[in-house]
């Protein structure tokens, strides 16, 4: 039985740049550069596998590039299945300067042709056999919202995670998650105002428990927050050196995944998110969290209940 089925609609091919000069400089100079297989769903999965939880990845990929992309997801996660779609996956920059910087481009994504009839049949086949389903990402363009969320509500009696931008608190309300990751502007986001305190953080996420089990919101270098029926739990992160902030809140929400997968109490997975999320931060570009590093800094992180 596969355990987490990760669903990618709007992968990316990540390409990092690291620079010399300074972000007042023109021209800058590039001296080395990497390219990875990204998009959240792809740093779930690819998250899950380095602490060895069985996964399987399941997502629409561009004929266009396929040729540059292929590769790279072969190289993030271990199990993946995929329908191609007519146009390209998208291809992000991040610019990282000398002073820790970061500009990240990011392109929407689309696709170019409709998928979804073949893709919906193909995903609840796929989900039979899991017991978490996740969609990550931000919706592509050339997919209509209620498509969307058609497609998630297809699915019964499965444990559904989403971390997304693309949901409102009404859509929450059709789909009823399992567990959602928003960021605290996310959350913002979704309750219509802005979260200025930890208190307003907690306040929304209990807006959502009508309809959602489990909201989980990254805070940043402030750790992170659970809300569910049985309380409010906290964790903080340690300090630490960091190399990149891109993918955190995904390894963080794989951290949760990972420890509620083991039958872990509340408290262990908000304190095992913030390691994973942690341990992301130490980790540069979007390589793949080590289990060493995650193991090294749980020892650390602190948590409780509020």
């Given at each position: 039985?596969?355990?987490?089925?990760?669903?990618?609609?709007n992968p990316a091919i990540d390409n990092?740049?690291?620079?010399?000069?300074?972000?007042?400089?023109?021209?800058?100079?590039?001296?080395?550069?990497?390219?990875?297989?990204?998009?959240?769903?792809?740093?779930?999965?690819?998250?899950?596998?380095?602490?060895?939880?069985?996964?399987?990845?399941?997502?629409?990929?561009?004929?266009?590039?396929?040729?540059?992309?292929?590769?790279?997801?072969?190289?993030?996660?271990?199990?993946?299945?995929?329908?191609?779609?007519?146009?390209?996956?998208?291809?992000?920059?991040?610019?990282?300067?000398?002073?820790?910087?970061?500009?990240?481009?990011?392109?929407?994504?689309?696709?170019?042709?409709?998928?979804?009839?073949?893709?919906?049949?193909?995903?609840?086949?796929?989900?039979?056999?899991?017991?978490?389903?996740?969609?990550?990402?931000?919706?592509?363009?050339?997919?209509?919202?209620?498509?969307?969320?058609?497609?998630?509500?297809?699915?019964?009696?499965?444990?559904?995670?989403?971390?997304?931008?693309?949901?409102?608190?009404?859509?929450?309300e059709k789909i009823k998650p399992y567990?959602?990751?928003?960021?605290?502007?996310?959350?913002?986001?979704?309750?219509?105002?802005?979260?200025?305190?930890?208190?307003?953080?907690?306040?929304?996420?209990?807006?959502?428990?009508?309809?959602?089990?489990?909201?989980?919101?990254?805070?940043?270098?402030?750790?992170?927050?659970?809300?569910?029926?049985?309380?409010?739990?906290?964790?903080?992160?340690?300090?630490?050196?960091?190399?990149?902030?891109?993918?955190?809140?995904?390894?963080?929400?794989?951290?949760?995944?990972?420890?509620?997968?083991?039958?872990?109490?509340?408290?262990?997975?908000?304190?095992?998110?913030?390691?994973?999320?942690?341990?992301?931060?130490?980790?540069?570009?979007?390589?793949?969290?080590?289990?060493?590093?995650?193991?090294?800094?749980?020892?650390?992180?602190?948590?409780?209940?509020?």
């Open positions: 039985m596969c355990r987490i089925l990760n669903v990618f609609l990092t740049l690291w620079v010399t000069d300074s972000i007042n400089s023109e021209p800058v100079s590039v001296i080395r550069e990497k390219a990875y297989a990204g998009g959240k769903g792809i740093n779930l999965g690819k998250t899950l596998d380095a602490v060895g939880l069985d996964n399987l990845n399941f997502g629409i990929v561009g004929r266009k590039n396929e040729a540059a992309f292929l590769p790279l997801l072969k190289n993030s996660v271990k199990n993946f299945k995929f329908l191609y779609h007519d146009g390209k996956t998208r291809e992000n920059i991040t610019v990282v300067f000398p002073s820790g910087k970061l500009l990240k481009i990011n392109h929407k994504g689309a696709i170019s042709n409709s998928v979804l009839s073949e893709f919906k049949d193909e995903l609840l086949l796929l989900s039979e056999k899991s017991e978490f389903v996740s969609f990550c990402g931000r919706m592509p363009d050339g997919i209509e919202k209620k498509e969307y969320i058609d497609l998630i509500c297809s699915l019964k009696n499965k444990k559904i995670l989403i971390d997304t931008s693309s949901f409102s608190i009404s859509d929450y567990a959602i990751k928003p960021n605290q502007k996310e959350l913002g986001d979704i309750v219509g105002y802005t979260l200025e305190t930890e208190k307003d953080v907690i306040n929304a996420a209990i807006k959502l428990l009508p309809f959602c089990k489990n909201i989980l919101v990254s805070m940043g270098e402030k750790g992170a927050v659970l809300v569910n029926n049985s309380g409010v739990f906290k964790a903080i992160a340690p300090k630490v050196t960091p190399l990149s902030d891109i993918g955190a809140g995904d390894a963080a929400f794989a951290g949760f995944i990972y420890s509620k997968a083991l039958g872990d109490d509340d408290k262990t997975a908000i304190k095992k998110s913030v390691a994973f999320g942690t341990a992301a931060v130490c980790t540069e570009g979007t390589d793949t969290v080590k289990r060493e590093k995650i193991e090294e800094i749980l020892n650390m992180v602190s948590a409780s209940e509020i």
